[in-house]
């Protein structure tokens, strides 16, 4: 099976418990979910970010840090 960018709306309506678009949007913005609204008035959720915010996403990739010793002549 092939995923999508976005997770579908039965995947929306599963996460939310919710069927109208206006209470699954409640319940993203309660949640503190990042989510936009799409051209038909109903949220659009990235499926890594969603898989991330479950716990069950790939891990990131480590950020740059800076070396502040070199800085210092160690």
């Given at each position: 099976?092939?995923?999508?960018i976005?997770?579908?709306?039965e995947?929306?309506g599963?996460?939310?418990g919710?069927?109208?678009p206006?209470?699954?949007?409640?319940w993203l913005?309660t949640k503190?979910?990042?989510f936009?609204?799409?051209?038909?008035?109903r949220?659009i959720v990235?499926?890594?970010?969603?898989?991330?915010?479950?716990g069950?996403?790939?891990p990131e990739?480590?950020?740059?840090k800076?070396n502040?010793?070199?800085?210092?002549?160690?």
């Open positions: 099976m092939e995923s999508t976005f997770l579908t709306g995947e929306i599963t996460l939310t919710f069927k109208t206006a209470r699954q949007v409640e913005r503190g979910w990042r936009e609204i799409n051209g038909n008035r949220p990235a499926r890594k970010y969603a898989e991330k915010m479950l069950c996403g790939a990739e480590s950020a740059y800076p502040f010793s070199a800085l210092q002549g160690m």
